[in-house]
Structures are given as C-alpha cells and as structure tokens.
C-alpha cells in the first residue's frame, strides 16, 4: 500500500455529451510523485479523463482534487499544473527561448530567476545551441523536448501528458520516453500520462489506469495488471503478444476462459500436450521466433522459441500450458474468477492505487 497521501484525487466524476462517450462515474487517486498512465483503446475517454484534471473540461458530476484543494470549478490557469500535449502546442512565431520563457513571462516571474531556470531547462533537455531557433527549424523530438522545458520551468508539482510521443518516430519515441521518466523522477513529480500503447504504460508508469468504454477496467501497478488482470479486455490489452485465452471446455474447465502469458506457453511432445493446433505464421523476430498457433477453442496462442526455428506453416503443434500460470475468467461475464493478487483493483470507488 503506498505511503504517500492522494495528491490528485477524482471522486465520481462523469462528463458526457447527449448521454455518449467521455467518462462515466470515474473515481481514482493518485499518489503524489506518482507516475500514472491513462491507457486504453482510442476513444475510450483517456483525454476527456486528463481535460477533467486539468480544467480543460468541466464535470457534469463529480469533483476534482488537486493538492487536497477542490478545484472542481477552477479554470486550467489555477490548478497549478502544466501540460504537454501531442501536438507540441509550441508558439511558431516565438524562438525556443521565448517558448520556453512565455509563462515565466506572464507570470512575471523576475529576468534572474528566468535567466537561471531556462539554462537549467535547456541543459536538463540538451537543447543547447538551439535558443534561437523558431520550431519550424525543429525536429519532431526537439519541438517536443522544447514543450517539456516548458513544463520544467513552470515549476508546478503535476504535470499532465496527452500522448506527448505520438508524433515521432519509433526511435525518437524511446529516447523521449527515457527524457520524461528522468524528469518525472528528477524533479519529483506527479505526472499523469494519457497513452493508447501498452508498452509505454507499462515501462514508464508506477500505476496503471486500464479504461474501457468510458469507465475504470483496472487500476494496478504495472506488475499486478500483468499478473492478475481482472478481465479478459485487461489481459488482452496488456503484454506484447497478449494473454492467450481458451475456451475451458477444451481444457476440461466447462463455463471458464483459461488464459495464460506466451512466456508460460510451451511446446509439447504429441503425448504430453494440452491441446494440438496447426501452425499458422513463423516470425522471426531476431532473438527469438513467434509461432503463431490456430486452433478452435484459443485466441492468441503465439509461442515464442529461441533464435532462428526451422519451423513450417501448417504443421500440427503440441501445446502444453502450466496449470499454475493459468489465469480463469468466467466464460459469460469474462470478469477473473479467482481474487486478483493484493495490489490489483477493480470498480470500487474511490480507488487509491498501490505498488
Ligand atoms: N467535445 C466532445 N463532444 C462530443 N463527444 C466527445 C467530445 N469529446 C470527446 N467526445 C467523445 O467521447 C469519447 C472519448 O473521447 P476521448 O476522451 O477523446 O477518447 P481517447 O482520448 O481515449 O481517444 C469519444 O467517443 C469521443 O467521440
Ligand atoms: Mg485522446
């Protein structure tokens, strides 16, 4: 259970339009110096979720919590956070400089101490040499390491992110990646983090909120979504391949779903197998091979080898899968049948995630 008092907290907090999309009745706490990922399916309500933190966006029930003040009727400018969006949200007219000093500006915030956290801003984010320049004369991952000096200098404790990473490139992506959790981490601070890719949730995050349909699916720390997911839609949306999950009846478990992680899915020998497919597609991925296995009672049945494996498409596979890292979920209701591990939450509200 964590130590550190709720820093944001949302207590039944709904905003839709003519009864559709958004969120619905949405209740979490987050920790402060949390790292916390809003992850979900696109158009699940991820950015409506982070509007309604930030102000952008008014509940029509619910209050918000930020620093155990009510800020629920706030505008965005007195909640005391900073924000970083996809589309960088850089002023084109201005230089680096002047985008990275524009709110100290405003807030007229003196020449020295704007002079001092900008160095600091531009070093801690390797922007040396590009003070002068207008985004146009950017990179995609410098014009986003510029919106995150932006948010370094604004000196608030919460930082909010909409999918800052989505307008990059596979590898600007990574590294990027790595320049917000040192921040995060440098700095102390809260950060709530909107993504649709479980990768990034899953490395970057101290807790996961899961999101389906406008509502909570999970919330747990990264570890326990993994191991213990409440739900066929969590244990599917996690994990890269994802859970292979397989009508019971086919396992001798009528009325149950089995899933089970690939790195517990293994071959077996024709005698000693739980179940028999045919193999569908062979990738090679370098390290390591996917098999990617069909039968009819399982979906995401995908085995993966060491190396190179001189495996052929249509061949029959024998799969043994451990009785101890199955997972069940109730066939009708795919809700998990057992308890989830301590650490892993639910619905209930209000929720307060824990490592
Ligand atoms: N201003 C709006 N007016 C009407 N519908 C909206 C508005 N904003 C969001 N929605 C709807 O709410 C749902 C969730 O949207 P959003 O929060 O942007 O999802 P996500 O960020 O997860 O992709 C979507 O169905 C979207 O169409
Ligand atoms: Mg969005």
């Known amino acids: 259970m964590t130590q550190q008092p709720p820093f944001v907290t949302l207590e039944g907090v709904t905003r839709q339009w003519d009864g559709r999309g958004g969120v619905r009745d949405v209740s ?9 990922s809003i992850l ?28 155990g003040r009510d800020v629920t009727g706030l505008p965005p400018a007195d909640r005391g956070l900073s924000m970083v969006f996809q589309s960088y ?12 000093l524009f709110g100290m500006r405003v807030r007229r915030v003196p020449r020295a101490t704007r002079a001092h ?27 986003q390491r510029v919106a995150l000096a932006r948010a370094v200098v604004s000196g608030h404790p919460l930082c909010l992110m909409d999918e800052p990473l989505s307008n990059l490139d596979a590898k600007l992506r990574h590294s990027v990646r790595r320049d917000i959790k040192a921040l995060q981490r440098r700095l102390g601070l809260t950060l709530v983090y909107v993504t649709h890719d479980q990768t990034e ?38 994990g890269d391949p994802p859970m292979a999950i397989v009508e019971g009846a086919a396992l001798g478990r009528p009325g149950a779903l089995v899933g089970l992680r690939p790195e517990h899915l293994a071959l077996a020998p024709a005698g000693a ?33 060491p190396g190179h494996a001189a495996w052929q498409p249509g061949q029959q596979i ?38």
């Open 89 to 100: 949200a850089l002023f084109p007219h201005l230089s680096v400089r002047e985008n990275i």
């Open 28 to 36: 979490l706490a987050v920790p402060e110096g949390a790292f916390v």
């Open 273 to 305: 197998a739980h179940l028999t497919g045919t193999l569908r597609e062979v990738e090679y991925m370098g390290a390591e091979t996917h098999l990617i296995v069909a039968h009819p009672a399982g979906r995401g049945l995908i085995v993966s080898v």
């Open 201 to 238: 949730a899953m490395s970057l995050s101290t807790h996961v909120v899961l999101m389906r349909d406008g509502q909570v699916e999970q919330i747990a720390t990264p570890r326990a979504l993994y191991a213990a997911p409440v739900s066929t839609f969590a244990a599917e949306f996690i």
């Open 318 to 355: 024998g799969l043994s899968l451990p009785e101890e890292h199955r997972v069940l979920f109730d066939a009708q209701t795919g809700r998990a049948r057992e308890r989830p591990a301590p650490g892993s939450r639910g619905h209930p509200a209000p929720v307060a995630p824990s490592p």
């Open 117 to 143: 956290k900008l160095a600091e801003a531009v070093a801690m984010l390797g922007l040396e040499g590009l003070e002068g320049r207008k985004p146009a004369a950017l990179s995609g991952g410098q014009r």
């Open 40 to 67: 979900g399916p696109s158009g699940c309500g991820k950015s409506t979720l982070l509007r309604l933190i930030s102000g952008l966006e008014m509940p029509d029930a619910g209050r918000v919590r930020i620093g």
